[in-house]
């Protein structure tokens, strides 16, 4: 369950959805073991929620993410989790949008 809300923080976080300070505060409890408050928890289902409803007008089923897509949202994983700094994540994010 608690690998389940994280892998749903770090997707919300790698959106831009929500609250980022919230969102990293609620993993840590999670990672502490300690339980979610309520609030919390239904915090993190409406984000989810809404997050899919978008998707699905936005998206046709047949359409895959680009491979660039997914490296950027990875690079957005590791920025919100402290693992590159802001420069790095630029500098990244340039490196792989020069091909455009």
């Known amino acids: 369950m608690s690998e389940d809300i994280l892998k749903t923080i770090k997707s919300l976080l790698a ?5 980022p300070k919230r969102l990293r505060e609620i993993a840590e409890t999670v990672k ?4 979610v ?3 919390d928890y239904r915090y993190i289902q ?11 007008e936005q998206q046709s ?8 897509d997914t490296s950027l949202e990875l690079l957005r994983v590791r920025l919100a989790e402290g693992q590159i700094t ?3 994540f630029r ?8 091909d455009e």
Request: aromatic fraction near 0%.
């Open 37 to 39: 408050v309520m609030s």
């Open 15 to 19: 959106s831009g959805k929500g609250d």
């Open 86 to 88: 802001i420069e790095q």
């Open 32 to 35: 502490k073991g300690e339980p």
């Open 61 to 68: 089923p047949s359409t895959k993410p680009s491979k660039r």
């Open 46 to 56: 409406t984000l989810t929620e809404a997050s899919k409803g978008a998707e699905g």
């Open 91 to 98: 500098e990244l994010k340039k490196a792989l949008t020069e």
